[in-house]
């Protein structure tokens, strides 16, 4: 089996800031690709940031400047840090990773719980 669990969400005001934590556990043979989505209410999933094992890192045009993302490969760990946070980032944000687990040969899209984010005055 394999697990993530997500942390750091909460109420912020805007422009403050906020760090998410996703820990990936479990069969774990291989972890490619790590990221955050997010989810508003009556929205669509969308991408924040996705950080391929290696490759170039991809952000939402929106976040772009604000937000950083950053994974530990030892840990089977990543992270989001959201600075200048805005009223319209408030959301329910999801960590992802494309997980090879031991006794299976092909890469599968897990996700993990969500972790609520509010930036309100």
């Known amino acids: 089996q394999v697990q993530l669990v997500e942390s750091g969400g909460g109420l912020v005001q805007p422009g403050g800031s906020l760090r998410l934590s996703c820990a990936a556990s479990?069969?774990?043979?291989?972890?490619?690709?790590m990221g955050w989505y997010r989810q508003a209410p009556g929205k669509e999933r969308e991408l924040v940031a996705r950080?391929?094992?290696?490759?170039?890192?991809n952000y939402a045009d929106s976040v772009k400047g604000r937000f950083t993302i950053s994974r530990d490969n030892a840990k089977n760990t990543v992270n989001l840090q959201m600075n200048s946070l805005k009223p319209e980032d408030t959301a329910v944000y999801y960590c992802n990773a494309d997980i090879l687990a031991h006794g299976t040969n092909k890469y599968y899209a897990y996700w993990g719980q969500g972790t609520q984010v509010t930036v309100s005055s």
């Open positions: 479990g069969s774990i043979f291989s972890i490619d690709a």
């Open positions: 950080m391929p094992n290696g490759g170039r890192i």
